[in-house]
């Protein structure tokens, strides 16, 4: 399995809505990627997890590899490149449904989930 991004944003973002703590096991961690930019070669497994958005893995191994909704960019894993270890975070969504433990240090934009809802495309009800 390989995935190369050839252009990307300048920064992660993480989200902590209940189907991110469920699928990355507390925040998901996304590096926002333009689709025509991404190439993927090898089996990745592909989910439907919700009416206009779909979940990525490799079929070999497992690794998460990317969110994406029907219409936007990719939301690569940012753990597949060392390079994005010094990305900086520039925001994140649901705060208000965080894990105590996961408590982001620094000065980035920060949403709650009335906040983010109010302004995005979202899973009604999240179960």
Partial sequence: MKVTVRSHA???????????RR???AAMWVLEAPGDAVEVTGPVQRYRSSSFAERAWCAECGTQLWIKDDDGPYEVSPGLF???????????????????SVVLAGEHKRMTRAEYEASERYVEGEA
């Fill in 82 to 100: 060392d390079g994005a270890r010094g990305l900086p975070l520039s925001h994140e969504i649901y705060v208000d449904q965080a894990f105590a």
């Fill in 10 to 20: 300048v920064a992660v973002s993480a989200c902590h809505c209940s189907m991110c």
């Fill in 23 to 25: 699928w990355s096991g």
